[in-house]
């Protein structure tokens, strides 16, 4: 996944510097590589984002339950 966007950036990096200006590099760089990656990696992440706030819910409830039995158990030793 990485290595796409990798060349992906090497290739819009020389689109920018074959521009005329600075600025429609800068622009060129921002519109054709910095926008479309980051929505592209973000949407791509998404199912193992899911699955570490699944995770991370199960396990807050798993201590929840945990301290709460711990809570409710008579002292003996009394």
């Known amino acids: 996944m990485y290595i796409v966007a990798i060349a992906w ?19 060129t760089f921002l519109m054709y590589c910095v926008l479309p990656l980051t929505m592209i990696l973000y949407l791509m992440r ?5 699955r570490a706030n699944k995770e ?4 807050r409830a798993t201590k929840a339950q945990r301290s ?8 003996i030793a009394a």
């Open 56 to 59: 991370a819910a199960i396990e």
């Open 46 to 50: 998404s199912p193992q984002r899911k």
């Open 9 to 27: 950036i090497y290739v819009v990096l020389m689109m920018a510097i074959t521009e005329y200006s600075v600025a429609a590099g800068i622009m």
């Open 68 to 75: 709460t039995s711990e809570t409710s158990k008579p002292d």
